[in-house]
């Protein structure tokens, strides 16, 4: 499977049939260890897990703010 020019990809029939994944569904990207996982957005999502592992950067609080708040 490759990336394409304005980095769409193609989920297989296969998977999107075996996960319930249809058109026009929101996902997100969560970065872990291992690479990217797609996860459906929904009522099933915990905002405990969606937080999850976001301040494991590296450096000072103060910095990860300033970072994000894109300062």
């Known amino acids: 499977m490759k ?3 304005r980095g769409q990809i193609t989920i297989p029939k296969k998977i999107r049939e075996k996960y319930g994944l ?3 569904m929101e996902v997100s990207f969560v ?3 291992q690479g990217v996982l797609i996860r459906k ?3 099933h999502t915990s ?3 969606e937080a999850f ?3 494991r950067k590296k450096g000072s609080t103060d910095k990860f703010l300033e970072d994000i708040r894109g300062r």
């Open 47 to 49: 905002p405990v897990r």
């Open 3 to 5: 990336i394409g020019e």
């Open 41 to 43: 957005k929904g009522a």
């Open 22 to 24: 249809t058109p026009n």
């Open 31 to 33: 970065e872990e260890e």
């Open 53 to 55: 592992g976001i301040l």
